[in-house]
């Protein structure tokens, strides 16, 4: 079992910044995959970025150039620096825990950006 705990949302003019963090617990295994979705209202879930224990990282086309995803090992924590917010950007933001075939996915914190 993985518990996850998303934070830093909030509200953001465009162009403004947010970084969002999301602490792991449980049992959790040292080779595993971290990332990020995100849900507009009334659209799909959409992938944002992940990372692996190792530092390799992955970006949605839509979110590239703006966001970096970061992690800490020693503390289970995710990190994801966005940069020159746009109200696309608007949503609930998930963080999930992969390994193998399991996945574990945090509560969500709500990113606005304003006009």
């Known amino acids: 079992q993985v518990q996850l705990v998303e934070s830093g949302g909030g509200l953001v003019q465009a162009g403004g910044s947010l970084r969002l963090s999301c602490a792991a617990s449980?049992?959790?295994?040292?080779?595993?995959?971290m990332g990020w979705y995100r849900q507009a209202p009334g659209k799909q879930r959409e992938w944002v970025a992940d990372?692996?224990?190792?530092?390799?990282?992955g970006y949605a086309e839509s979110v590239k150039g703006r966001v970096t995803i970061s992690r800490d090992n020693a503390k289970n924590t995710v990190y994801l620096q966005m940069n020159s917010l746009i109200p696309d950007d608007t949503g609930v933001y998930y963080c999930y825990w992969r390994r193998s075939r399991r996945e574990y996915w945090g509560q969500g914190t709500q990113v606005t950006v304003s006009s």
């Open positions: 990372i692996t224990r190792g530092g390799s990282t």
């Open positions: 449980g049992n959790i295994f040292s080779e595993n995959v």
